[in-house]
């Protein structure tokens, strides 16, 4: 089946990057917003 | 690959990241001032930034404002498998609701060369590629709601502490008023807004906009590839 998105040919590298930046802030963000305050902080 | 290249083809990902950045400091400025503003309304000692950015308050503040944008995703992901509205380009058609034949969504033997690799898995792997992107959205929601919970009882027990109230538990604290306050405030603006971009996108346009249909299309078509 065609898609609009078939014309692409862009390496996923690159993107990935950004993926996992945005995910280890999420990540690191929620560790420390549970962690703090289970410290009494 | 050139950097101009990289940036042209993140631009969308990388303005919100630095948006997101950006307006996180400011937040944790102002959270700082007017932290220490009203500590020393009540006679206590300003608190340091770091001990600021660090603590409880500025926690649940971060926590209250991310659970609901997770759960306005969550829900609206969902609820677009099942619902549709007409003539919202935030819809599929009328017609097409459900999960789909594992034809249209390129699934098991119907997996291109080019697929994710789960694509054409079977089980649990399939499924959770299948459902990725609601699991980690309804994921950060709740994470993030049980911070706002944690630290909010924190900041709870602190205030009612210098007023001679006895601590709360956390589950007291789930049960409170402030708690479904803080909540509900957020959750009720989440919907309002989803529900606007749902029904508007039927009559307003906004000229190259992904979230937009093109200007001259009609306003009962709903999603201008399929109809």
Known sequence: METENDHTDESPRGLGTLFWVLTSIIVVGLALMIALPLAGR | MSMRRVLRDNGLGLVFLALFLLTLVGQSFAGHA???????????????????????????????????????????ILATVWLVQRGSPESKKPGDEGRGSDEQQLVGAHARADSP?????????????????????????????????????????????????????????????????????????EFLAVGAMVTFSIFLRQRGSSESKPVGTPHATTSVDSE
């Open chain 2, 117 to 189: 690799a789960w694509a054409r898995a079977n089980g649990i792997r399939l499924w959770l590629c299948s459902n990725s992107l609601l699991l980690v959205m309804g994921g950060v929601f709740v994470l993030s709601w049980l911070a706002q919970s944690l630290a909010g009882q924190v900041v709870a027990n602190e205030e009612g502490a210098s007023h001679g109230v006895p601590p709360q538990t956390w589950l007291e604290y789930v049960a409170s008023p402030e708690f479904w306050n803080r909540t509900l405030q957020n959750w009720q603006s």
């Open chain 2, 34 to 76: 007017d932290n220490n503003e009203q500590l020393v309304r009540h006679g206590d000692a300003p608190l340091g930034y770091v001990d600021y950015v660090t603590s409880s308050s500025f926690a649940v503040d971060v926590a209250e404002n991310w659970q609901s944008e997770f759960l306005q995703f969550f829900v609206f």
